[in-house]
């Protein structure tokens, strides 16, 4: 089956600690995204890549770094440097090069600062 | 001003009724719309994407105004299962952009 997987579906993470969310997909998708998802303020793009070994930072980078080293990873690193890190993250794909090219979304990782 | 923006509602409508969502958006440059529906702690679906002729895909029928800068959603003849947050979404380059969400609950 075609999809995307995330992993860990629910991660808690003491202050002070990094930590490293997982997002494969086997759809063949060239570009890759991550967003957080906070109640009522919808999805805010954290890191977007259209290539294997490039990417863009979004809207709320800061206190956050990813790698894309393969075309089907797009891992994404919360570091002690993010202050408010308790989210929903969420990892999407897309073809690149159309304009209709749709999103599609992992199943989400539930990060826990305690 | 934001990229896009949504009613949060709720919207709270009986079985069976007909329901509009609106979302404007501000880039005039934008290219490409969708609208995902998001179930409770899950992650957003593709519902539709939006065509300048506007397209129907069953009860649902998606609209695209460009001169006012705004896209809507119709669901007819609504069904409990429709009860979701419904999210609009605009591409006007490499990022999409998302609205806050507009809450639908169809009460029995």
């Known amino acids: 089956d075609g999809g995307i997987t995330q992993s860990p579906k629910y991660l808690f993470r003491k202050e002070g600690q990094n930590v490293t969310l997982s997002c494969e997909q086997n759809?063949?998708?060239?570009?890759m995204y991550w967003y957080r998802q906070d109640p009522g303020q919808g999805l805010r793009l954290i890191y977007y890549?259209?290539?294997?070994?490039?990417?863009q930072k979004g809207d709320i980078a800061e206190g956050y770094s990813v790698s894309r080293e393969k075309k089907e990873s797009f891992p994404l690193t919360v570091t002690s440097a993010q202050k408010n890190p308790t989210a929903f993250y969420l990892c999407?794909?897309?073809?690149?090069?159309?304009?209709?090219?749709?999103?599609?979304f992992g199943p989400g990782t539930r990060l826990t600062v305690l | 001003r934001k990229e896009v923006e949504q009613d949060p509602g709720p919207f709270n409508v009986p079985e069976g009724a007909t329901v509009a969502f609106n979302c404007t958006y501000s880039?005039?440059?934008?290219?490409?719309f969708f609208w995902y529906r998001q179930d409770c702690r899950k992650e957003p679906k593709l519902l539709m994407s939006?065509?300048?002729s506007g397209n129907e895909d069953g009860r649902f029928t998606a609209q695209l105004n460009r001169a006012s800068q705004y896209i809507s959603l119709l669901i007819r003849d609504s069904k409990l299962s429709d009860s979701a947050t419904y999210l609009c979404?605009?591409?006007?380059?490499?990022?999409?952009?998302f609205g806050t969400g507009t809450s639908l609950t169809v009460i029995p």
């Open positions: 999407a794909s897309s073809i690149q090069g159309l304009n209709y090219n749709e999103q599609f």
């Open positions: 759809l063949n998708h060239d570009a």
């Open positions: 890549s259209q290539i294997v070994n490039d990417f």
């Open positions: 880039n005039s440059a934008s290219q490409s």
């Open positions: 939006v065509y300048s």
């Open positions: 979404a605009v591409k006007p380059g490499n990022q999409f952009y």
